[in-house]
């Protein structure tokens, strides 16, 4: 019998920034391998390449703790930006007025995928230890009468 493995592994994050910044470099590392990404990261002169390098860091580090996998072996799967809530603050004006400033933020998910991996697993489901338990062993019978509960008080 087959049974299919996980080979993907994901790294979630937010940041203070606006998510259209955000995705000018997402864009640029979609589909990519795991060592040409931090190359690339490493070299672009926006802002929101820091926070998404520590992401993708993350992520490999997940990687190789979880499934055990190389990082020379890891490509970029899925990677995608969402908007996320705006801090709002006022901020004091000319002649005692307030004016709103809004922060975006942005959700940041980074799905890396080890393609050495098989896709399937072979599993033999005869050898796997049944789910039931004899309940009659495990039942303990309370006798109130002797126990010195509720019955013995007057």
Partial sequence: MLKKRKTEVHALGHISMSAHKARRVIDQIRGRSYEETLMILNVMPYQASY???????????????????????????????????????????????????KRPTCHISIVVKDISLDKYI???????????????TN????????????WDKK
């Fill in 139 to 150: 039942m303990i019978y309370h006798n109130m009468d002797s126990s010195g509960g509720v």
């Fill in 51 to 101: 926070p998404i390098l520590k992401m993708v860091l993350n992520a490999g580090a997940n990687a190789s703790y979880t499934r055990g996998s190389n990082k020379t072996n890891l490509i970029i799967s899925k990677a995608e930006v969402n908007e996320g809530t705006a801090v709002k603050k006022w901020k004091p004006r000319a002649r005692g007025r307030s004016y709103p400033i």
């Fill in 122 to 136: 072979e599993t033999f489901p005869w050898l796997k230890k049944p789910r039931w338990k004899n309940k009659d």
